[in-house]
């Protein structure tokens, strides 16, 4: 089967989350199971600045393309490179200096006409290289219009109508939602305006469009599939998921077996695995004299995010006061809303032996945080996988989680009788019970016996992206029936 992969952010090309970690690993491991994989991507300004970082070398293909049913005058270039460590995946970049040029991703002139732009640019595109797709995979919000150009403007296209859709919710707390009046923009047909249509309250919605005209969704763990469904995860579009509930399913994502290893990680300072785990301290030593922190044998809690509500730094705030009257040492990495930037610049500022606080975005520093901390704290109020988890799992660093989503499908809780489990965690989204996860956790790193044994468990959990990717090619089976 030949699939199009389509992705506002691509590891390592352009990242901003978690989004790009899956869609820069997942076609490497399609490519396994026999799938010739293409990537589409907007050229953005961030992918010149990563390559000579990442070593990818860019050539162009075609030029001055035109989007005949866009409200815009505005042209895109097709240019060419390939994934690093792929055999065969073609990353195609859809350039046009108006639209894709500022410094950061999410950022330029309108970000419903970006997407809008791209979207429709990427079939244009597909038709001008003459390719033949099984299957266009699109990703988020962002791409979601993909499904429904296919099922209304280019619906009698001789090739394009014969690609099945399927769309992957990476995250349901964006959907993009914008006037109506980019309907026009879009080119998008009147009598899609409407219930069944990508009509959203008075607005439109393109995540919506996306959920009604896939030939089959899916999004990132079967938990979070199931919680979607429901009122209190649903955003609002909980019914709309109902209606296509038949042809909704849950895959876990997995992680890059290749750039998350810490035997091979050339960007920590010590490389390990579970036979020579002593050398897990020294990557924390090194940290602390890096970061500026005390040298000493305190517990490490670590924690790598954007900084938005999601991420249960609400609950976190009602309880730090607590958490620092523990003999620990805590390392933020994030950046995001004013407020729990403050929150943690506050913190660092009072307690500055405890609080290492990094409100920037740092590949580098991420993976030594991931090797050098001994707990990993990730107390979201909802978790579509969660990839920090996992990268800590792998690097043997303690998750310390709130079960929702991929984090209850990926951290088990630990028990001390038979030894199982490779975390810690609490339900309720209440800040009581977080306190008593990381104090238990607290607990048990003094225990050296049940600390060791949840390394191991933590470090042999299969995280591989092997089986997801068996799931993702039985996924485009079922799209792809649906069209013949
Ligand atoms: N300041 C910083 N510096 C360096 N690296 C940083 C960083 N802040 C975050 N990161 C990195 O960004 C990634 C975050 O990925 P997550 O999956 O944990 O969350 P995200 O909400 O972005 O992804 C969404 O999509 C993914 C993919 O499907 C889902 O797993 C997830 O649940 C969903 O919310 C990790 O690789 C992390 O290390």
């Known amino acids: 089967m030949k699939i199009a992969m389509v992705s506002y952010e691509v590891y390592p090309f352009a990242k901003v989350g978690g989004l790009a970690d899956v869609v820069g690993a997942l076609p490497k491991y399609l490519e396994k199971q026999g799938m010739a994989v293409d990537i589409f991507m907007p050229y953005h300004k961030k992918v010149d600045e990563n390559s000579s970082k990442f070593g990818y070398t860019i050539e162009k293909v075609s030029e001055g393309i035109s989007i005949p049913h866009l409200l815009t005058e505005e042209k895109f270039d097709i240019y060419r490179t390939s994934l690093p460590g792929s055999k065969n995946v073609n990353v195609f970049l859809i350039a046009n200096r108006y639209y894709f040029s500022a410094d950061e991703v999410y950022q330029g002139p309108d970000l419903a006409e970006q997407a809008i732009f791209f979207s429709a640019a990427v079939l244009e595109a597909i038709k001008k290289l003459d390719f033949r797709y099984d299957i266009i995979h699109v990703n988020d919000w962002q791409t979601a219009l993909i499904p429904v150009y296919l099922k209304s403007v280019y619906k009698n296209d001789e090739k394009l109508s014969k690609i099945a859709s399927v769309l992957t919710i990476h995250n349901l707390g964006y959907q993009g939602i ?76 997995g992680i890059d077996y290749e750039e998350y290893n810490p035997e091979t990680d050339k960007r920590i300072y010590v490389n390990y695995n579970l036979e020579t785990i002593e050398k897990k301290k020294e990557n924390k030593r090194l940290l602390q004299r890096e970061l500026g922190l005390p040298a000493r044998d305190v517990p490490m809690i670590g924690m790598i995010n954007r900084l938005v509500d999601q991420k249960g730094l609400d609950i976190m705030a009602e309880i730090m006061d607590y958490v620092s009257l523990f003999d620990i040492q805590f390392v933020l990495l994030g950046t995001g809303e004013e407020k729990y930037e403050n929150m943690f610049k506050k913190l660092g500022e009072r307690y500055p032996e405890k609080y290492s606080i990094n409100l920037k ?121 649906k069209i013949q």
């Open 178 to 253: 914008f006037e109506p009046s980019y309907m026009k923009f879009a080119g998008l047909p009147e009598y899609l305006f409407s219930i069944d249509g990508i009509e959203f309250y008075g607005n439109i919605n393109f995540l919506k469009g996306g959920i009604l005209f896939a030939d089959v969704i899916n999004t990132v763990s079967p938990t979070y599939a199931r919680e979607i469904q429901t009122k209190e995860y649903g955003e609002k579009l909980d019914g709309v998921l109902r209606v296509r509930s038949a042809d909704l399913y849950g895959i876990l994502n």
């Open 361 to 481: 975005f740092d590949v580098v520093l991420a993976q030594k945080i991931y090797a050098g901390a001994d707990m990993f704290l990730m107390p979201s109020k909802y978790e579509p996988c969660g990839l920090g988890q996992m990268y800590s799992l792998r690097y043997g660093t303690i998750p310390i989680v709130r079960y929702t989503g991929g984090l209850a499908d990926t951290v088990k809780e630990y028990n001390p009788e038979t030894k199982e489990g490779n975390g810690f965690g609490f339900e309720p989204y209440d800040s009581a019970y977080l306190l008593k996860a990381i104090a238990k956790a607290l607990y048990y790193y003094n225990e050296k016996e049940h600390w060791n044994a949840l390394i191991k468990n933590a470090m042999t959990t299969d995280l591989s992206w092997d089986n997801s990717a068996k799931e993702y090619v039985k996924l485009y089976q079922r799209a792809k029936s």
